[in-house]
C-alpha cells in the first residue's frame, strides 16, 4: 500500500455528550472540522480517549459516519469485549469510507493470549482489507504484540502497516529497533504524549496521535513539527522541542492516567468548548484539587508559550 494516512499528528477525539449525556454528535463534527482546519492530518474516533467502553455499537458507528460524511480523514477504532463487535467496527469503517483502522487487542477474554489476539487481530483485517490499519499497543489493554506476532499478521494481511505505540519510551524503542527498522513500508505513531521527541527523534516515528492536543492543538503541532527538524539531525529545532515538551510536561502526563478525559475535557471547557463539560456518567467528575492543579498548570503553560514564543522568534 502506498498511502500512508499514519503521518502527521491526529487528535483523539473525546465525544461531548448533551445535557441527556447522550453523544452530541454535531459538536463532535464541529470539533473534528475544527482541528483539520488547524493542521491535524486525520481525526481519531473511539480509541480510549473517545469513551468506547460507554457508548453503544450503533452511537459508536453513527460517530464514525458523522465524521466520514463531512469529509473529515477519519481513523476508527476497533476496540471490544469480543470479535465480533470489533470486527462489526472495521467493516463499518470501510462501508462508510474511513481512513483507517487502529486495531485494539481483545480485552477482558483471553486477552493475555497470543493465539487469541493473533485470531482477534486477523478477523479485524480480514473485515476491511482496504483499509491501512495499525496496532495499538498499550498496558492498559493488558497485552504487548511483538515483533513475531507483527510480522505473522502482516504476510497475510498486506493493510497491516504499523503501530501506534501507548507503552512509553521502551515500548518505542522496542518498536523501532525490532519491527519498523526492519521493514521500510511499517510506520509507527507515537501514542503517549509524554514521548513526542523520543519516537520522533530516536524511533523513526511518522506521526504522532495525541490528547492533548484536543485543548492545545497548535502548540502540540508545533512539537510534532521541531520534533520532525530535530530528527533530521537539527540541533536548534531539537533544542526548542524539548524545551517545549518539558513545558508541557504535566500537561502530557495526564495522557497516561485513567482520568485522561476528565482533565482533557476540562481543558477545552476553559477554552470555551462548553459541549465538553460533562461525561457520560454523572460521576465520572475531577475532584476539586485536580480541578485546580489542571488549572493553574493551563495557565503556567500558557503565560510560559507566550514568553517562549516570544523569546524563540516562533510565530
Not at 482477534?120 to 496496532?135: E, K, R
Not at 524503542?173 to 521527541?197: C, F, N, P
Amino acid at each position: 500500500m502506498t498511502d500512508n494516512i499514519f503521518t502527521g499528528c491526529m487528535p483523539a477525539l473525546m465525544t461531548p455528550c448533551t445535557a441527556s449525556r447522550k453523544p452530541d454528535f454535531d459538536a463532535l463534527v464541529r470539533k473534528g472540522r475544527e482541528l483539520i482546519e488547524t493542521g491535524m492530518s486525520a481525526v481519531v474516533y473511539c480509541g480510549s480517549m473517545g469513551d468506547w467502553p460507554l457508548l453503544t455499537e450503533a452511537e459508536r458507528q453513527e460517530g464514525v459516519a458523522r465524521l466520514v460524511a463531512a469529509g473529515i480523514p477519519t481513523i476508527v477504532g476497533t476496540g471490544a469485549v469480543n470479535t465480533r463487535e470489533a470486527v462489526s467496527h472495521a467493516a463499518h469503517a470501510a462501508k462508510v469510507g474511513a481512513a483507517g483502522l487502529m486495531v485494539i487487542p481483545r480485552v477482558l477474554s483471553r486477552g493475555a493470549s497470543p493465539i487469541a489476539q493473533k485470531h482477534h487481530f486477523s478477523a479485524i483485517l480480514a473485515a476491511a482489507p482496504t483499509l491501512p490499519a495499525v496496532i495499538y499497543n498499550s498496558p492498559y489493554y493488558g497485552f504487548a504484540t511483538r515483533a513475531d506476532l507483527f510480522f505473522e499478521l502482516r504476510r497475510e494481511f498486506p493493510n497491516l502497516i504499523g503501530f501506534k505505540e501507548f507503552g512509553g519510551g521502551a515500548d518505542l524503542r522496542y518498536a523501532a529497533e525490532h519491527i519498523t527498522s526492519k521493514d521500510d513500508d511499517v510506520t509507527l505513531m507515537v501514542g503517549v504524549d509524554t514521548q513526542v521527541v523520543h519516537g520522533f527523534v530516536n524511533c523513526n516515528a511518522t506521526g504522532a496521535i495525541t490528547g492533548i492536543g484536543n485543548a492545545l492543538p497548535r502548540e502540540v503541532l508545533q512539537l510534532v513539527s521541531l520534533s520532525k527538524q530535530a530528527a533530521k539531525g537539527d540541533a536548534r529545532a531539537r533544542r526548542q522541542a524539548r524545551e517545549l515538551e518539558s513545558a508541557l510536561a504535566v500537561l502530557s502526563s495526564f495522557d497516561e492516567g485513567c482520568d485522561l478525559v476528565l482533565y482533557y475535557k476540562h481543558l477545552m471547557v476553559l477554552n470555551g468548548d462548553r459541549e465538553y463539560s460533562l461525561h457520560f456518567n454523572d460521576t465520572d467528575v475531577l475532584t476539586d484539587a485536580q480541578r485546580n492543579y489542571a488549572e493553574q498548570q493551563y495557565a503556567l503553560f500558557r503565560t510560559w508559550y507566550a514568553n517562549w514564543s516570544a523569546e524563540q522568534n516562533i510565530a
